[in-house]
């Protein structure tokens, strides 16, 4: 069974930084493509980046240049790097199995303000 457990979202001035983490349990992490997904109040999810078992790398648009995803198959751990934050990128992160959001866990608050 696919577990995954979201952590270190916290409540950050603009500009800020933070690092998200997602501890993968139940399946064959590193074989597998992972991504992060967002859902900001009122709306529904967002993609925002992705990263293969060959460690290639795809942004949103929204993100590009600000985060980096990253992976640790040793740890069997999915990171995002956010630099840079903006209010806009208030929301409820995940990280997912594909750019959906499927298995994805309960995820971590991510808030921007001052």
């Known amino acids: 069974e696919v577990q995954l457990v979201e952590s270190g979202g916290a409540l950050v001035q603009p500009g800020g930084s933070l690092r998200l983490s997602c501890a993968a349990s139940g399946f064959t992490f590193g074989r597998y493509a992972m991504s992060w997904v967002r859902q900001a109040p009122g709306k529904g999810l967002e993609w925002v980046s992705s990263?293969?078992?060959?460690?290639?790398?795809t942004y949103a648009d929204s993100v590009k240049g600000r985060f980096a995803i990253s992976r640790d198959n040793a740890k069997n751990t999915l990171y995002l790097e956010m630099n840079s934050l903006k209010p806009e990128d208030t929301a409820v992160y995940y990280c997912?199995?594909?750019?959906?959001?499927?298995?994805r866990g309960q995820g971590t608050q991510v808030t921007v303000s001052s």
């Open positions: 990263i293969n078992s060959g460690y290639a790398t």
């Open positions: 997912a199995i594909d750019t959906r959001g499927t298995g």
